[in-house]
T-cell receptor, first 114, second 117 residues
Framework: DSGVTQTPKHLITATGQRVTLRCSPR?????VYWYQQSLDQGLQFLIQ???????AKGNILERFSAQQFPDLHSELNLSSLELGDSALYFC?????????????FGPGTRLTVL | AQKVTQAQTEISVVEKEDVTLDCVYE???????LFWYKQPPSGELVFLIR??????QNEISGRYSWNFQKSTSSFNFTITASQVVDSAVYFC??????????????FGKGTRLHILP
């Protein structure tokens, strides 16, 4: 158990809908990272937050947004969902802010868009 | 542009054999980080190592070792005396040093490793 929790574990929804994925980092970790893993695109970095502020942005679509709250949990919002958004979404956390120092991953949320 | 190539899509070895997973990268930057991650059949991701471009020393951690060679742009991962629990997909990744908010980490497509009992 990495200490990072993600909810829900599975999510099934329809095209055009909006969903929110939630991540709670390990106690003491200030950084949260979001990744997407799909068959087509492989593993992709989406975005990082550090202590409530956006720190780095990767291949995140404009339809997607994220935030990190004062209690350090993070949410990834996916809107206007398309079939291609079906993927496993991982959250990870680390102590520091820079350069992907050691990260601990959550179990992932599997999103299925029908 | 950044690129990470893991040419070995799938490898099978018999338990206790040594196995090396290859990773070749491309970057225009002189300062960058290289990583390996493990994804066992259960699906979770496990961070294994981060190496910065200034440190070409090889790293050993138990049965795992990493060979970083800037001259060939490679960052290979060797498992010695492999065990069935090493069966997983292994990802190599590259990140140019965080300089601005558009920095990102690029992953290879992964190598699926089967350790046969």
């Amino acid at each position: 158990d990495s200490g990072v929790t993600q909810t829900p574990k599975h999510l099934i929804t329809a095209t055009g809908q909006r969903v929110t994925l939630r991540c709670s980092p390990r106690s003491g970790d200030l950084s949260v990272y979001w990744y997407q893993q799909s068959l087509d695109q492989g593993l992709q970095f989406l975005i990082q937050y550090y202590n409530g502020e956006e720190r780095a942005k990767g291949n995140i679509l404009e339809r997607f947004s994220a935030q990190q709250f004062p209690d350090l949990h993070s949410e990834l919002n996916l809107s206007s969902l398309e079939l291609g958004d079906s993927a496993l979404y991982f959250c990870a956390s680390s102590v520091g802010w820079g350069d992907y120092n050691e990260q601990f991953f959550g179990p992932g949320t599997r999103l299925t868009v029908l | 542009a950044q690129k990470v190539t893991q040419a070995q899509t799938e490898i099978s070895v018999v338990e206790k054999e040594d196995v090396t997973l290859d990773c070749v990268y491309e970057t225009r930057d002189t300062t960058y980080y290289l990583f390996w991650y493990k994804q066992p059949p259960s699906g979770e991701l496990v961070f294994l190592i981060r190496r910065n471009s200034f440190d070409e020393q090889n790293e050993i951690s138990g049965r795992y070792s990493w060979n970083f060679q800037k001259s060939t742009s490679s960052f290979n991962f060797t498992i010695t005396a492999s065990q069935v629990v090493d069966s997983a997909v292994y990802f190599c990744a590259l990140s140019e040093l965080f300089m601005n908010r558009d920095d990102k980490i690029i992953f290879g497509k992964g190598t699926r490793l089967h350790i046969l009992p």
